[in-house]
């Protein structure tokens, strides 16, 4: 599920940054924190997948105007049953009407709204001061909150223009959360929670989402206990403010029915270093790889490759030179909660060799292990001995605890996209931004696997005759992966233990059979695929990106719930080497048969949800009922056969691209992906 954050004319950047901080401070193991602009709200189908909807703080007169296509959907999503967030503008936005800075020149603005969440006036501002694009008419406050802890004080509190909501206590849909404490605030209702149909929206007039002991909150902080006389009231301890600014955003997202994040789950405000290795057995590949992309390059170290989206700073590896660059980024927000996501800046990757890197560079994935585990694989599945000429898929891994995108870095830097040997692991323990279909995004908690291979294939006959592939059948590599992952899981979970409960559903899901509260199979979520391509000349550079719940059940479900109640030796390193032993197997029969994916066929279908299953495709007007018997052997097309001419000599087919199409197995629909 996604909380989803309003971006776009009116939006604060400074807001927007701190709104999805602390939102994803509080969720990030559960949901999606992502950006929506104005256009996406109103035509594209968000609402379904959408646990909350933020409106943050910056200037209402913009959302008014940018939102107003939106209006309906956004009134629809809350009144049935849909969550709401609005802060300071947004809080503005979502009231009955406006009267802010009213009498004041040019800064006054008054107006009905249309969504009305709050049906009364939210008026403003409560403190006296404000300038655009200006922090220096903004203060720190103390409210008393009206929630679960009743009379609770919460000092330093950033304030910049926000409104009160004006006789509140006599709407019977509203509930005050919280009341202004200090000087012309005193009594006037900071934040409410409305009832809005079978929904809920909660409005605050000040910036709860500002850190306190950093950045502009810290800032106002101090400017207002040197100027204010009742600073000497206020606790002195920033940290203990923080603690419980924190503890609010956390009572609201669950005021709003959402649930918390894990407690102590390490927060990450940017990329860590990563690490070029290779399988023991394969000495001097990782300088090898990087020495023929880049040999005028590879004279420096550190080597310095700027490239499209990123730019790259290898290095040969040193337990000095890790030690440092862990230093210098310091990347844990949860020691320091007010470092602003960033992620620009130069991409460290160290060249390691022998045993390099050691366990205690790479915490939260075993890099020695996983490379066992791929040696003990292969064997069994008739895959080649390797050599530093020829290796195995995984074989050749670049490994970061916490990259942007596994895919990104590949696919949007054509430098290494192009001349990186093949294949290539890019793996990661937790993505910042990581991809999905289209504009998706994956979520990347903690337990979750996240990869990308590198390949490599010619699209024309001639030299590389033996790694020929038609660009018409590169659109099965997507079915190949999912079909591997199937596969590998089924072995490492063992059949009868979990691992006949891993199905395919069409095009690039990876689901589980689990049983629900009621008893009753239901079919949830474990991974995801994507893939993407780059022609250059007769070859063409493939990025297939994965990610596999192995340990997070949240928010759907993962590989140790399907294996719950049997002795299942389950981890990380152990997952990722089937998958690649399963993948290169296919992928050489694959390429092999130039493309074909006959090879697979019947092993697909079988382990797909859909044989025979009776949809209806709303991509055809007027929509038509359909049984879905297949896929089209030569593209790969989705194949349904229509209800009225199933048992006809002569069938009437429609075939449906997985790219552009989207299938709601829920409701029974092939609809258009937008």
């Known amino acids: 599920m996604n909380v989803l954050v309003l971006s776009g004319p009116g939006v604060s950047d400074t807001c927007l940054e701190y709104t999805i901080f602390s939102l994803k401070s509080v969720l990030e193991s559960n949901y999606t924190v992502q950006t929506i602009s104005p256009k996406e709200l109103s035509s594209h189908p968000w609402a379904q997948s959408c646990a909350l909807l933020v409106i943050p703080g910056g200037r209402d007169l913009p959302y008014v105007s940018s939102l107003a296509p939106a209006v309906r959907v956004i009134n629809d999503y809350v009144n049935n049953g849909g969550s709401f967030l609005g802060i300071c503008a947004g809080a503005y936005y979502a009231s009955g009407r406006v009267e802010w800075e009213v009498g004041n020149g040019g800064y006054e603005v008054v107006g009905d709204r249309p969504h009305r969440f709050f049906p009364g006036i939210a008026r403003g501002c409560v403190y006296p001061g404000f300038k655009y694009e200006s922090d220096t008419g903004a203060r720190s406050i103390s409210l008393e909150l009206h929630t679960s802890r009743e009379g609770t004080r919460v000092d330093g509190i950033f304030y910049n223009g926000g409104g009160e909501f004006v006789d509140a206590e006599t709407f019977p849909n509203v509930k005050i959360l919280a009341e202004y404490l200090d000087d012309e605030g005193a009594g006037k209702t900071a934040a409410v929670l409305c009832n809005v149909g079978r929904g809920r929206a909660i409005l605050w007039g000040p910036h709860l989402e500002f850190p306190i002991n950093s950045g502009p909150g810290f800032v106002t902080l101090n400017r207002t206990w040197t100027s204010s006389t009742v ?31 894990r407690s102590g789950q390490r927060t990450y405000s940017g990329p860590l270093p990563q690490f070029l290795t290779s399988a023991p057995s394969l000495s001097g590949l990782p300088w090898q790889a990087f020495s023929q992309a880049f040999p005028a390059e590879s004279k420096d170290d550190p080597a310095r490759i700027p490239d499209i989206n990123d730019e790259f700073l290898f290095r040969k590896y040193s337990e000095e030179s890790v030690r440092n660059a862990l230093a210098d980024e310091d990347h844990d927000s949860s020691t320091n909660p007010q470092t602003e996501i960033s992620l620009g800046g130069v991409r460290q990757i160290f060249i390691c060799d022998g045993d390099s890197p050691k366990v205690s560079d790479t915490p939260k994935f075993n890099i020695h292990a996983f490379h066992q ?7 069994a599945l008739g895959l080649p001995q390797s050599s530093n000429a020829r290796w195995g898929i995984g074989e050749l891994l670049l490994y970061g605890e916490a990259v942007t995108s596994t895919q990104t870095l590949l696919d949007r830097n054509p430098k290494l996209l192009g001349n990186l040997p093949t294949p290539l692991l890019s793996l990661a323990s937790h993505q910042l931004s990581g991809r999905g279909r289209g504009a998706n995004v994956w979520l990347s908690p903690a337990g979750c696997l996240q990869f990308s291979i590198m390949l490599r294939v010619s699209t024309e006959l001639g030299s590389a005759k033996d790694r020929y592939v038609p660009p018409p059948r590169l659109v099965f590599i997507q079915y190949l992966m999912g079909l591997a992952v199937v596969e590998a899981c089924r072995d490492v979970l063992g059949i009868g233990q979990g691992g006949e409960r891993v199905r395919l559903k069409w095009p690039n899901d990876i689901y589980g059979i689990v049983q629900n509260e009621d008893g009753k199979e239901e079919k949830k979520k474990l991974g995801g695929i994507i893939v993407s391509t780059s022609f250059s000349g007769s070859s063409v550079s493939i990025v297939v990106g994965c990610g596999v719940n192995v340990f997070n059940e949240r928010p759907s479900t993962s590989l140790s719930a399907l294996a719950r109640g049997h002795q299942v030796d389950l981890s990380m390193e ?29 092993l697909y279908l079988e382990r797909w949800l859909h044989s025979d299953e009776q949809v209806t495709l709303t991509t055809v007007t007027p929509h038509k009922s359909v049984r879905i018997v297949g896929l089209t052997p030569d593209h790969g097309l989705l194949r349904t056969v229509t209800e009225e001419s199933m048992w006809s000599a002569k069938p009437t087919y429609i075939d449906l691209q997985p790219d552009g199409n989207s299938f709601d197995m829920m409701a029974g629909l092939i609809k258009t992906k937008t």
Do not use: C
């Open 373 to 379: 585990y791929l040696a003990n694989t292969r064997p």
């Open 574 to 602: 152990k997952t990722a080497a089937h998958i690649m032993a399963q993948f290169e197997s296919m992928w050489a029969r694959f390429v092999d048969a130039r493309g074909s994916f006959d090879p697979f066929m019947d």
């Open 231 to 261: 600073g000497s009231s206020r606790s002195q301890d920033p940290s203990s403010m923080e603690s419980e600014r924190i503890a609010l955003i956390r009572d609201t997202v669950q005021l709003l029915g959402l649930k918390l994040g």
